[in-house]
């Protein structure tokens, strides 16, 4: 049986398991029954704010280079604001000039 590899974002994960040998043959994530390029994980730096989008209130914001961070955020905040409709917008800066 072929296992599959394990998808970009867990290699270097720490706690992540060890790919099967085999795994290295398989092509990357399956979506759709359709298998996805293969591609190389990335660290851009991302600055974003967190807005309610019917009352227009700031209600987070952070620069990070991790992906699973935003979404972290965004989970938290919408944990704290369970009314609000959240909307990320990213910034082509950080929110305080370091």
Do not use: C
């Not at 296992?3 to 060890?18: D, F, Q, S």
């Not at 298998?35 to 991302?46: G, K, S």
């Not at 990070?64 to 972290?72: A, E, R």
């Amino acid at each position: 049986m072929l296992r599959n590899p394990l998808p970009a974002w867990m290699k270097g994960h720490p706690g992540a398991p060890e790919p099967a040998p085999e795994a290295s043959r398989t092509r990357g994530d399956l979506w759709n029954g359709q298998y996805l390029p293969v591609r190389n994980v990335t660290h851009t730096t991302i600055n974003y704010r967190l807005y309610d989008s019917r009352t227009g209130t700031l209600l987070s914001f952070n620069s990070t280079n991790s992906l699973d961070s935003l979404v972290g955020d965004v989970l938290r905040t919408q944990g704290e604001n369970p009314t609000a409709r959240i909307v990320a917008v990213e910034y082509d800066g950080p929110a305080f000039p370091n």
